[in-house]
């Protein structure tokens, strides 16, 4: 069974860096065609992605915050991290990890985290 | 940069069929994936690879992808199936690319 679980704080301040944790489970990332992504869901809008990074370490970001974003794995932790900087209060969303077994293919990812809420806030 | 396009919405009695579309250009040429999310749920994969249905996901949910339109077929809508679906494709040079989602609603 996969499960995905985020992991960060609930508060950061404007202009801080947000370090978010994805902890899985159930499937390894050295698997050929596994990936990891970050996808966020500002409150009653639209998902929007942020970045993915693949089982060969190839890593790709959003082309509107690639130079705030960092995607980082650590596969003997089952760890995928992503960092944030300056944050900003439009940076106020839920925040989800997902797993893809097809990024050779499509990248649909098959499971998801439960998502973290993080509110951007003085 | 590349954009899908939906409906914001649609509308469907139950029993009948929904159709949810996804637009892009030349669209028909990627791989196209459907979500759906209930309110406060994470999304769930309903289709894969244009017209591949996850294990579990009920055979009334269908999907085509030609030309310029991807689109995502409920036969015999029920109730349960009331939620924000959402397209995404993967694109050469904008990567994960996502739709800007649809609430379906079950009347």
């Known amino acids: 069974q996969v499960t995905l679980r985020e992991s960060g704080p609930a508060l950061v301040k404007p202009t801080q860096t947000l370090t978010l944790t994805c902890t899985f489970s159930?499937?390894?990332?050295?698997?050929?065609?596994?990936?990891v992504s970050w996808i966020r869901q500002p409150p009653g809008k639209a998902l929007e992605w942020l970045a993915i990074?693949?089982?060969?370490?190839?890593?790709y970001y959003s082309s509107s915050l690639k130079t705030r974003l960092t995607i980082s794995k650590d596969t003997s932790k089952n760890q995928v991290v992503l960092t944030m900087t300056n944050m900003a209060p439009v940076d106020t969303a839920t925040y989800f990890c997902?797993?893809?077994?097809?990024?050779?293919?499509?990248?649909?990812?098959?499971?998801w985290g439960q998502g973290t809420l993080l509110t951007v806030s003085s | 940069s590349y954009d899908l396009t939906q409906p914001p919405s649609v509308s469907v009695s139950p029993g009948q069929a929904a159709r949810i579309t996804c637009s892009g250009d030349?669209?028909?040429?990627?791989?196209v994936c459907w979500y759906q999310q209930k309110p406060g749920q994470s999304p769930i994969l309903v289709m894969y690879?244009?017209?591949h249905r996850p294990s579990g996901i009920p055979e009334r949910f269908s999907g085509a992808n030609s030309g310029d339109t991807a689109t995502l077929t409920i036969s015999g809508t029920q109730s349960m199936d009331e939620a924000d679906y959402y397209c995404?494709?993967?694109?050469?040079?904008?990567?994960?690319?996502f739709g800007g989602g649809t609430r379906l609603t079950v009347l």
């Open positions: 990074i693949d089982w060969d370490d190839d890593k």
């Open positions: 997902a797993r893809s077994s097809r990024c050779t293919a499509g990248r649909a990812f098959d499971d």
């Open positions: 159930g499937f390894s990332l050295s698997t050929s065609s596994m990936c």
């Open positions: 030349d669209l028909g040429r990627k791989n």
């Open positions: 995404q494709a993967w694109d050469s040079s904008a990567f994960v690319v």
């Open positions: 690879q244009d017209n």
